[in-house]
């Protein structure tokens, strides 16, 4: 059986699933020549990220498909139901990248809390001539230690983040639309864990009481932040979406950055990807990635193993 990764797999993975005796193409098709390329080869499954669209009209014009594997958690590029109704296998990893992306939230915040993301600009530029003055501009950063820590998404990643944040001694809050509460067990390097579990709260009461707000949600048919809700929260609040965009109103985050309701924002995800609005790229209280929350080598490698045990699983068994 042949699959196609077409956004790429780690290695871990094509040794797996090439072990279970599938051959492996990571060719990279362009999206307009996906339909051809399948049928002329005779695609079994094909393998996508986020780059890569599988709607239904791919899917009719290859019957050779049995199987689409998302590397990662979202599948908002891939219709789902047209899949499975016409009896492909559709898989994904959802639990992967989850610590993946947990860390880079707190990359964001930390950077933000002590003015990295200014202090490395400034400091090559100008940290011979202007030390003492930068020292005194960047003297005024913030713990996240005692500060209270909102998550909208209670899921594997809200879950992997509300982690780390009991790690660092925060007071960790979440609001999510089915969850009501989970067991968030922190382990330590020595074997030790303690379990804490965490009862979810309404979306109103995390926007007043959080001092962070972080995004773990879905696409969405409407933002989940926008106006109405960012005036709902406190003054100085920083705001990270490392989910999707679109959910966040990027030209009301702006607005009251410049207002100075919010005080900065992380975002690795955005609502005109691959191009993000000038306005974002250019504001210095906004933290930026290149939507890098699932790119570490150690998800990668889980997303490749774990897409090999399933299709294994499912095309040879």
């Known amino acids: 059986m042949k699959i196609l990764a077409n956004d790429g797999v780690s290695q871990s993975g094509i040794d ?8 492996v193409i990571t060719t990279k098709v362009a999206q307009n020549q996906l339909e051809n ?8 499954a094909i393998l996508v990220r986020s780059a890569t669209q599988v709607r239904q009209e791919l899917i009719e014009a290859c019957p050779s498909l049995k199987l ?24 994904n990893t959802p639990a992967a990248s989850s610590s993946s992306v947990a860390e880079l939230v707190f990359a964001h915040l930390f950077g933000m809390a002590r003015f990295l993301h200014s202090s490395n ?3 090559p530029l100008e940290g011979d001539s202007r030390f003492k003055e930068l020292k005194k501009a960047y003297s005024e950063g913030i713990e996240l230690r005692g500060k209270t820590l909102g998550i909208i998404g209670f ?19 979440a609001t999510d639309e089915i969850i009501t509460n989970a067991p968030i067990t922190v382990d330590f390097f020595n074997g030790q864990k303690i379990t804490i579990n965490i009862d979810t709260v309404s979306k109103e009461e ?11 949600v879905p696409t969405q048919q409407d933002y989940i932040i926008s106006k109405v809700d960012i005036d709902k929260m406190k003054d100085g609040v920083g705001i990270i979406n490392t989910a999707r965009g679109g959910i966040l109103h990027e030209v009301d985050l702006v607005t009251a950055i410049e207002e100075g309701k919010v005080q900065f924002a992380g975002l690795d995800v955005f609502e005109t990807e691959p191009t993000p609005a000038v306005q974002l790229l250019m504001n210095p209280d906004i933290s930026l990635t290149p939507h890098i929350g699932a790119a ?7 997303i490749g193993t774990e897409l ?5 699983a499912l095309l040879k068994n």
């Open 16 to 23: 797996a699933l090439e072990k279970g005796g599938f051959e």
């Open 37 to 44: 390329y399948i049928n002329e080869n005779s695609i079994d």
């Open 68 to 91: 689409i594997g998302r590397g990662g958690v979202g599948m908002d590029n891939i219709d789902v139901a047209y899949a499975e109704e016409n009896g492909l296998h559709v898989i």
């Open 121 to 123: 600009r400034e400091m």
């Open 155 to 173: 899921g594997k990643i809200g879950q992997e983040v509300a982690k780390i944040g009991l790690g660092l001694g925060m007071h960790v809050i």
């Open 206 to 216: 995390l926007l007043k009481e959080a001092d962070f707000i972080t995004l773990h």
């Open 296 to 302: 570490t080598k150690e998800a990668q490698d889980r």
């Open 308 to 312: 090999a045990s399933q299709i294994i």
